[in-house]
């Protein structure tokens, strides 16, 4: 290998380390279709299924998440239950405010707001969320994507990160029901209400 080869390479390493790093802005799926509006598609009643992946890519954890939505104009709440396939149980209540395109979220694990902003079929939320781990709280920082797929479908996608460094994805696949498919197999009490004080 020649010393300008090994010069070109020199210079062009760092490029590269930086690339895979770039970070994705919101705007690029500003065309996209069908648009993504929060207060449209999180009305009702949905279901989810999803996998967490540790930082190997292995997956640690399966379940099945039930949502019931609903807005009083640009105020909505998430009521959320949690149902993972070791049994575990776990509910969320997200308080949010829409503001244009850009939306800001509460709940009583998320270190103190969530902020996120809609463009085309995407949203983008980054919030902290507080993880039980053996007896321990973890701060973790999520990268959260919302893909639009169709009216009624909606791929969910997050980087993980603790310190900076990766530790997990998650992955979930969101669906509003059908009318008759509403009050089947789902929680009967809902674990929040509307609180304008909470955002």
Known sequence: ?????????????????ILPG????VDEYRDQQPA?????????QLVAYGMV?????????????DIAAHWEGDHGILDEHFS???GEQQSRCWHL??????????????????VGEVQGNALNWRYTLQVPVKGRVWNIALDDWLYL?????????????????????LTL???????EEVGVDRPATPSCVIDDTAV
């Open 149 to 169: 797929i169709d009216e009624n479908n909606l791929i969910n996608r997050t980087k993980m990160k603790k310190f900076g460094l990766p530790v997990g994805e």
């Open 97 to 114: 405010i829409k503001q244009g395109n850009h939306y800001r979220g509460t709940a009583e694990d998320i270190v103190g707001e969530a």
């Open 53 to 65: 992946q540790d930082f190997s890519g292995k997956v640690t954890r399966r379940f099945r998440a």
């Open 1 to 17: 290998m020649t010393q300008t080869t090994l010069s070109l390479l020199a210079l062009a390493l760092p490029v590269l380390l």
């Open 36 to 44: 993504l509006e929060l207060n449209n598609f999180f009305n009702g």
């Open 84 to 86: 993972f396939s070791d």
């Open 22 to 25: 770039c970070t994705r802005s």
């Open 173 to 179: 696949h969101i669906r509003k029901l059908k009318p």
